[in-house]
Nanobody, 119 residues
Framework: QVRLVESGGGLVQAGDSLRLSCQAS????????MAWFRRPPGKEREFVAG????????VYSDSVKGRFTISRDSLEWTAYLQMNSLKPEDTAVYYC????????????WGQGTQVTVSS
């Protein structure tokens, strides 16, 4: 089992920045990749950014590329999502997820943190 706890959400204005954190505990040695997803109001959950735990290779969705940065602190088992130049369309519940192997997919999720961007 891997337990995930997100934090750092809030209400901000367009153009502001926020940093989300995702603290992992439990069987953290099994983490292959950690990612951020989001569920905008009335929409399906979508991928935002992911990072491989061992190498730190990052990938981003086109909608956030150049504005968001994912990083991880291997010693603290924490992943971060630095969100700059926020837009109202970034409003969503943000979740972190863990993938133990590419074949297994994302099997562990946090409870989510709300990000609201006002115009």
């Amino acid at each position: 089992q891997v337990r995930l706890v997100e934090s750092g959400g809030g209400l901000v204005q367009a153009g502001d920045s926020l940093r989300l954190s995702c603290q992992a505990s439990g069987r953290t040695f099994s983490i292959h990749q950690m990612a951020w997803f989001r569920r905008p109001p009335g929409k399906e959950r979508e991928f935002v950014a992911g990072i491989t735990w061992s190498r730190g290779d990052a990938v981003y969705s086109d909608s956030v590329k150049g504005r968001f940065t994912i990083s991880r602190d291997s010693l603290e088992w924490t992943a971060y999502l630095q969100m700059n130049s926020l837009k109202p369309e970034d409003t969503a519940v943000y979740y972190c997820g863990v993938e133990n192997t590419p074949a297994a997919g994302y099997g562990y999720w946090g409870q989510g943190t709300q990000v609201t961007v006002s115009s």
